[in-house]
């Protein structure tokens, strides 16, 4: 065992280990917090098998901006802060046995299947440099499908979230109805 | 470094994703069991492309490519996450059940939780003043 492999052992453990914590913790802050140390025990292992620009976007895109996202929809939707156990619903053990059986077939799969599969790590595979060149020589197409798709996301989510765009909700309106019946 | 590691590491990250999907109750723990999920894809697509030596580094570049997708969807899914705690004053997704086939428990489970906070509000008032005279309904508008 190299020492690429321990390193890479120990973030695996990490990453894993803090996942589970997201999933069972009771506590729903402590659930984005520990989504951020798996995001950077994930980064670390992108770093390990030299894909640093993926490493760097990892740790700005998700560490940076996903997760505080996630803490303001905790945050807008008062949940409850503390301890709470009405985070699990009740099918918590059929959950548990799906997820057992997806992760048992896969890795069975996976270790029959590439058991012998070496992998050389070279450093200067993943560096902004090449990666870009990558992006804008061969990927540039799907590259600006996907700033348009973006674009599309970040408006629906402002269309979505405003109160004056569309049409009008049904709960002002009979609160107007009841004031104007009042009113008369 | 054998494939065998960062395969194992995201298939289990998977599961975990999966268990998360199904086990939790509050949308926003699942978009993060979501996520969780496209890690785990993304952690294969960078293994892959390394052991490959793909030339055009097409697994590094799908890879950033489904970050910037779970961004979009994180953004997307907290923005209907808030519209449905607007509209029902909740986020649990077991409660979210309007759509389901069977309707006797449904029927029964509904109106008790979403009825009230609408309906209740507006009724209080007009007995107050329908009792208590004319001053208190417009001394509580002039309020709002």
């Given at each position: 065992?190299?020492?690429?492999?321990?390193?890479?052992?120990?973030?695996?453990?990490?990453?894993?280990?803090?996942?589970?914590?997201?999933?069972?913790?009771?506590?729903?802050?402590h659930?984005?917090?520990?989504?951020?140390?798996?995001?950077?025990?994930l980064?670390?292992?992108?770093?390990?098998?030299?894909?640093?620009?993926?490493?760097?976007?990892?740790?700005?895109?998700?560490?940076?901006?996903v997760?505080?996202?996630l803490?303001?929809?905790?945050m807008?939707?008062?949940?409850?802060?503390?301890?709470?156990?009405?985070?699990?619903s009740?099918?918590r053990?059929?959950?548990?046995?799906?997820?057992?059986?997806?992760?048992?077939?896969?890795?069975?799969?996976v270790?029959?299947?590439?058991?012998?599969?070496?992998?050389?790590?070279?450093?200067?595979?993943?560096?902004?440099?090449?990666?870009?060149?990558?992006v804008?020589?061969?990927?540039?197409?799907?590259?600006?499908?996907?700033?348009?798709?973006?674009?599309?996301?970040?408006?629906?989510?402002?269309?979505?979230?405003?109160?004056?765009?569309?049409?009008?909700?049904?709960?002002?309106s009979?609160?107007?109805?009841?004031?104007?019946?009042?009113?008369? | 470094?054998?494939?065998?590691?960062p395969?194992?590491?995201?298939?289990?990250?998977?599961?975990?994703?999966?268990?998360?999907?199904?086990?939790?109750?509050n949308?926003?723990?699942?978009?993060?069991?979501?996520?969780?999920?496209?890690?785990?894809?993304?952690?294969?697509?960078?293994?892959?492309?390394?052991?490959?030596?793909?030339?055009?580094?097409?697994?590094?570049?799908?890879?950033?490519?489904?970050?910037?997708?779970?961004?979009?969807?994180?953004?997307?899914?907290l923005?209907i996450?808030?519209?449905?705690?607007?509209?029902?004053?909740?986020?649990?997704?077991?409660?979210?059940?309007?759509?389901?086939?069977?309707?006797?428990?449904?029927?029964?489970?509904?109106?008790?939780?979403?009825?009230?906070?609408?309906q209740?509000?507006?009724?209080?008032?007009?007995?107050?003043?329908?009792?208590?005279?004319?001053?208190?309904?417009?001394?509580?508008?002039?309020?709002?």
């Amino acid at each position: 065992m190299t020492a690429q492999e321990i390193v890479f052992l120990l973030l695996g453990v990490v990453t894993v280990g803090s996942a589970v914590l997201v999933v069972t913790t009771r506590q729903l802050v402590h659930a984005a917090l520990w989504l951020v140390v798996s995001f950077g025990g994930l980064a670390g292992s992108y770093l390990v098998l030299t894909a640093e620009f993926v490493a760097w976007a990892q740790v700005l895109i998700y560490v940076g901006a996903v997760v505080v996202l996630l803490l303001f929809g905790i945050m807008l939707t008062r949940a409850p802060i503390g301890r709470s156990d009405a985070l699990d619903s009740g099918n918590r053990w059929a959950a548990l046995a799906v997820a057992t059986a997806t992760a048992g077939v896969l890795v069975t799969v996976v270790v029959r299947g590439f058991k012998d599969a070496y992998l050389p790590l070279r450093a200067g595979g993943g560096t902004a440099g090449v990666i870009g060149s990558s992006v804008f020589r061969a990927w540039v197409l799907p590259f600006e499908v996907l700033s348009v798709l973006l674009l599309a996301a970040l408006i629906g989510a402002i269309v979505l979230s405003r109160t004056d765009v569309g049409p009008q909700r049904p709960e002002p309106s009979d609160d107007h109805d009841d004031q104007g019946r009042e009113d008369a | 470094m054998h494939v065998v590691y960062p395969a194992v590491v995201a298939a289990l990250l998977f599961s975990v994703g999966i268990y998360g999907v199904l086990a939790r109750r509050n949308a926003i723990l699942v978009l993060m069991s979501v996520v969780l999920m496209l890690s785990a894809v993304n952690l294969n697509l960078v293994a892959f492309d390394v052991w490959l030596r793909d030339r055009l580094h097409g697994g590094q570049a799908l890879a950033l490519f489904t970050i910037v997708i779970a961004a979009a969807e994180a953004g997307l899914g907290l923005a209907i996450a808030l519209l449905v705690f607007r509209t029902r004053r909740t986020i649990d997704v077991d409660a979210l059940n309007s759509l389901r086939e069977d309707h006797e428990p449904a029927a029964a489970a509904e109106p008790a939780e979403t009825e009230p906070p609408v309906q209740a509000e507006p009724v209080q008032p007009a007995e107050a003043g329908a009792e208590g005279g004319l001053e208190t309904p417009s001394a509580e508008r002039g309020t709002q």
